[in-house]
């Protein structure tokens, strides 16, 4: 059954409700794959960085959270690509260098 009204704090005022996206930013990750991606790629991953060299294409940038994460991971399964890595990658540093 659902309640008829939203819930409320204390203080008698709605509650806006918790979303982890709202609370918490995007964590840059690395996605390394087997080979050297072509740009036709660069569709299946929007959003994202693709450095290819070496034999192996690295997928960088921002994920929401880890949906977003293993919805990438498995575009990459679907076409085929061998994942060699995956690594979040620190975020930068707000001191600035002396």
Excluded at 69 to 88: K, P, Q, T
């Amino acid at each position: 059954m659902r309640p008829s009204h939203p819930p409320h704090t204390e203080a008698g005022r709605v509650k806006p409700p918790q979303h982890p996206r709202d609370t918490t930013p995007p964590t840059s990750y690395q996605i390394t794959v087997r080979g050297e991606l072509s740009r036709r790629y660069r569709t299946a991953f929007e959003g994202m960085t693709l450095i290819v060299g070496n034999g192996h294409t690295t997928i960088t940038g921002p994920v929401l959270d880890q949906t977003h994460l293993h919805g990438l991971l498995d575009r990459a399964g679907d076409l085929g690509l061998e994942i060699v890595s995956v690594n979040a990658t620190p975020p930068p540093s707000d001191r600035a260098t002396e």
